[in-house]
């Protein structure tokens, strides 16, 4: 049967009352043929995410409302790769012990995700510059840079793109600080190797995993990658939403202005982070507080 994710937004809602709901939908999925796998739960949002097997999407709703009358508000179908990907499970978490006399309990993390993109300058010419077996090598160098700044920062890697790649964090200051780590590990890499040198874009935006209407992390994925296709080497930029939940370290942030990146009806504003200790030393440079659109490359 198909798996859907649905989301509820519950004025005032609170841990305990969400995880009652949950188990009010356990006590009824086996009348309507669903499977209630587990939920992600966002208190300071108010937004609950439920993740079903089941029939279709009405069946999900007459579940609902039989068991506490809590009708989501978007449902959307999903593939449970996917969802693991981007979330880190498909079923509830491993009940831990909690403080003395609480006895064990699930703890259930919002699904609110920073997505990140990364995407390696002149990827496609680099056979013709060093040959098949130095491109390959290249190449491996780029995935393990990438892939040990992801681990050490609670990054998931979503997929790999060829010339990049897509990954999840739970926190806007991992995603950051993951992208800040990247750079820097490729910098000291052209400095070791000038002749072999790589540049990455680097692309960050966040969001809830079900919208309006949409794919899974529909609009912070689109988003993401836009703003890193919009992104010069060597640079890493931010959607709005992750410079305001980044905490602390306004300093870390150049505001670039807007832009309307393809396939968006509205404007964008987007921030530099500037991960260099002497900015100077960049290849490239914007003006402060410029548009976006004034971005250039240094003669």
Known sequence: ?????????????????VAHAHQLDLAVQEKYKVQFLTYWFDEPRCTAFCLIVSPDKETVQQAHNEAHGLVPNEIIEVNPSIVEAFLGRVTDPTPVDTSPGKGVESLIEAAFRAIMFTDLKDSTRMTTLFGDTKALHLLHIHNALTRNALRDHRGREVKHTGDGMMASFTSVLDAVECAITIQKAFAAHNQANPDAAMYLRIGISAGEPVEEHGDLFGNAVQLAARICAHTEPGRILVAQVVRDQYSGKEQLFSDLGEITPKGFDRAIHVYEVQWRANPSGSPYQSRPN??????RSTP
Do not use: K, Q
């Open 1 to 17: 049967m198909p798996l859907y994710m649905d989301r509820h937004y519950v004025e005032g809602a609170t841990r305990s009352a």
């Open 290 to 295: 410029g548009s976006a659109s004034e971005i």
